[in-house]
């Protein structure tokens, strides 16, 4: 059993609890025990280094020092908003203090943004060796959003322009990932409450997109793109006279349908566009759990 240090985020504890679910489920059943930091907060999100730079370091500072009192290497983190202001925390720290080595009593667990940590080789074996139900048949895109990968000098992704983490998964889980040009593209992320009409657009491009490349579902690892695409897509449509239809998966929800868990339904049936129906029509759900 590995243990990791865990940091869920806000949003994670209300709007995203399906994410959660799917999180702690597929975790337990890969042997990866997931410990909450203690008494964490919120990281500041998208309003703290608009408002105040010192409160969007600190913020997220407090969680890495409270994080580092469990002593685990690693820390999984589902949001890529939150996993960016952590790195952007420790760029931070590093600017500082540039020295080889860290200055003792500062040294933090590896961050992983959730998708890529899941889509590392050993993970995939464990991954592929639960497998009950091949997803085939099932051609998605998969969308990353525009924080877990860049910049790439707080992130250290490689491939930032073309991040793979979540193909790799849903290949391995025996459905077809569609590439596609959008896939680090901004879903509006919170416009969509500051200023709904360009936050819309935002929406609106990205769906075309992924309907013009024959996408059936969009397989995502950001509560913040999933409820942006989820949620305002019969606002869409009712603006446009578009028609989409188009479910927005968690890549943690797919894993749990593709080695037919019985929760899966259950998480699945929380999206404001059902997924089900496209399941049931492909043979890959006995009906909801």
């Not at 940091?7 to 890969?30: H, N, Q, T, W």
């Not at 603006?239 to 188009?246: A, F």
Request: with cysteine.
């Amino acid at each position: 059993m590995m243990k990791a240090t865990y940091y869920p985020g806000c949003s994670l504890e209300g709007v995203a609890r399906d994410y959660a679910d799917s999180i702690k489920c597929v975790c337990a059943l890969m042997d990866v025990e997931l410990q909450e930091i203690p008494d964490w907060n919120c990281c500041g999100a998208t309003a703290a280094h608009s408002i105040n730079r010192r409160a969007s370091i600190e913020l997220p500072r407090r969680n890495l020092r409270l994080a580092r009192t469990l002593g685990n290497p690693d820390m999984l983190v589902p949001c890529p908003l939150c996993f960016n202001r952590l790195k952007t925390a420790v760029h931070d720290l590093e600017l500082r203090n540039p020295c080889s080595e860290p200055p003792q009593g500062l040294e933090f667990p590896k961050i992983w943004d959730l998708a890529a940590f899941f889509a590392t080789d050993e993970k995939l074996e464990k991954i592929a060796s639960r497998v009950q139900k091949r997803l085939e048949g099932l051609s998605v895109v998969s969308y990353y959003g525009c924080m877990a990968s860049r910049p790439p000098y707080i992130t250290g992704a490689p491939d930032y322009e073309n991040p793979l983490s979540l193909d790799k998964i849903v290949k391995t889980l025996g459905a077809t990932p569609i590439d596609w040009p959008y896939k680090t593209d901004c879903c509006g992320a919170s416009l969509i409450v500051s200023m709904p009409g360009a936050g819309l657009k935002m929406v609106e491009k990205l769906l075309d997109m992924a309907r013009r490349f024959g996408a059936e579902a969009v397989v995502v690892s950001c509560q913040m793109c999933q409820g942006n695409l989820d949620m305002y897509q019969d606002r869409i449509e009712a603006d446009t006279g578009k028609h989409y239809g188009l479910p927005i998966i968690y890549f943690t929800e797919l894993i749990g349908l593709a080695w037919r868990l019985a929760e899966a339904g259950g998480w699945l049936s929380r999206h404001f566009i059902d997924p089900v129906p496209l399941l049931l029509r492909k043979g890959l759900m006995a009906g909801r759990g």
